[in-house]
Structures are given as structure tokens and as C-alpha cells.
């Protein structure tokens, strides 16, 4: 029998989709536009989030009003940056002071938080 690299390649496409269709056969919700999904969490944020109110990951998911547009890990953690980069920065993308933040998280705070600004410019 003859390697053959299309018949491998053909192969892999076809367990790679077999993987996507059980992951979203899994789902509750039918994917949401990634808009309505930002749009949610952000709602749902602003009216039980604050300083004295805060809230995790662990709690989204719990939460049966937004769990349904948390989505997985890697997903959720990149819409929460991705709100966070539209929503702490100016209109040249730079991120503001600490107390002008709309989202606030720890890894946030470390990276790109008044204290790093500060470290960056010395």
C-alpha cells in the first residue's frame, strides 16, 4: 500500500469536523453572533457587577440568566479581553487610568493597569 497525502490529509479534515460537530452538539444555545454575545455579558455586568459586587468566571457559569453566552474558556476569556480592550483604551488603543476602566480584572490590572504604565515608562 502507497502513502498517500491527500487520502491523510481527507482523513484529518474529516475527524477534525467529527471533533466540531460533537462540540456543538453539545452547545444548549445555537452559537450566538459574537455581537449578542458581547452585548449580553456586557448587560449582565453592568446591572450585577461592581466594586463592592464582584463576580468570576465560576459564577457566569452558574448564573442561569447568562450562562448560556459564556461559551468555553478560551472563548470566554477572549471576549472578556476583547470588551476590555474596546472598553479601557482611548481612540488610539491606549488603555486609560485604572479608575476610568468600564471592566476591571486582576490579569488586566497587571498588564495594563496604572502600576505596569508606570514601570513601562521608567
Known amino acids: 500500500m502507497q502513502y498517500d ?5 481527507s482523513t484529518m479534515n474529516m475527524l477534525y469536523y467529527t471533533q466540531e460537530v460533537d462540540a456543538m452538539a453539545k452547545r444548549t444555545l445555537s452559537k450566538e453572533a459574537r455581537f449578542e454575545r458581547l452585548f449580553k455579558v456586557w448587560e ?7 466594586s463592592q459586587h464582584q463576580t468570576s468566571q465560576a459564577k457566569l457559569r452558574e448564573d442561569e ?5 459564556i461559551g468555553g474558556k478560551q472563548a470566554f476569556n477572549r471576549l472578556i479581553k476583547d470588551m476590555a480592550n474596546a472598553m479601557n483604551t482611548d481612540e488610539h488603543g491606549v488603555y486609560k487610568r485604572e479608575e476610568e476602566w468600564k471592566i476591571y480584572f486582576n490579569d488586566l490590572k497587571k498588564y495594563y493597569g496604572d502600576e505596569a504604565a508606570d514601570d513601562a515608562i521608567d
Not at 449582565?44 to 461592581?50: F, G
Request: no cysteine.
Open 65 to 69: 440568566e447568562i450562562k448560556e453566552y
Open 44 to 50: 449582565y455586568l453592568r446591572k450585577n457587577n461592581d
Open 5 to 9: 497525502e491527500k487520502v491523510e490529509k
